[in-house]
Structure formats: C-alpha cells, structure tokens
C-alpha cells in the first residue's frame, strides 16, 4: 500500500513540476473581467446584423508604426481591437468624430463608415476580433 501511495506522491509531484504548479499551492481563482460589451461602435452607431451565412472569426494582431495616418477604409462585418501598446486616434470621416484610444482600452469598431486610425509618438500594438464569413473581406 505504501508503494502505490509513494508512487502516486511521485507522480503527483513531477507533473507538477513538469507542468510548472505547485502540487502543494493553494488553487487560484480565476479572474475575469469584460473588457468591451456592446451593441454599438465607438461612435455610438448600433451594429444591425451579422452576415446570413455560416460564421467566421478572425483574429489578428497589428503592429503600426508611430506617426502613421492609415487610409481611409470601413469593415463590413463587426469587429473589436485591444489596444496593447501605444495609443491611437479614430476619426470617422462622415461625421467627423473623433475618439482617442490607449494602451488597455477596447475599440468597438465602426461598420460600413470610413474612418482611418492615426498613431502618436510610439507604435500601437493591437488584438483585433473580426465576426464575419468566408469570402467577406476583414476591410474595405
């Protein structure tokens, strides 16, 4: 009986160490924090509808370059980005709004409106989430 208790101790003790927890350390809750919901954009246009076709997601990660002013362009399909490094500025070329965005902060993008992001003195990194379908392009 010692033997298999011994061995299990073992076996306990190096996938612990080979998955690197602490057998003996108290378990950690998970935490969780929304860091965007909505049903609108930015500049508080509420998104309609998803395409009616089988869904795709897509998620990329962007790396611009500072002092860069993109071009104009509208995504078709509802997206949302987090930014994790730099800072960025939206303007919405219609309406002329404009919203500037940090390091933490989510962005519910605009859909079918042009706009174009501008960066400031250092590079902005970001996580976009695209809910679209197969052959509907992330951008226009």
Known sequence: MK???????????????LSGCDPAAPKQAITREVLLQTSKSWDETPYIAYPNTPPELSILKLKIPAHTALDWHSHPIPNAAYI?????????????????????????????????????????????????????????
């Open 3 to 17: 033997i298999y208790t011994l061995t299990f101790l073992l076996g306990t003790l190096i996938a612990g160490a």
């Open 84 to 140: 994790l490094a730099g800072e960025l500025t939206v303007e919405s070329k219609d309406s002329g709004q404009v919203r500037h965005f940090k390091q933490g902060d989510a962005v519910a993008e605009m859909v079918n409106t042009s706009h174009r992001g501008t960066t400031g003195d250092k590079p902005v990194e970001l996580i976009v989430f695209y809910a679209g379908s197969h052959g509907i392009p992330l951008s226009e």
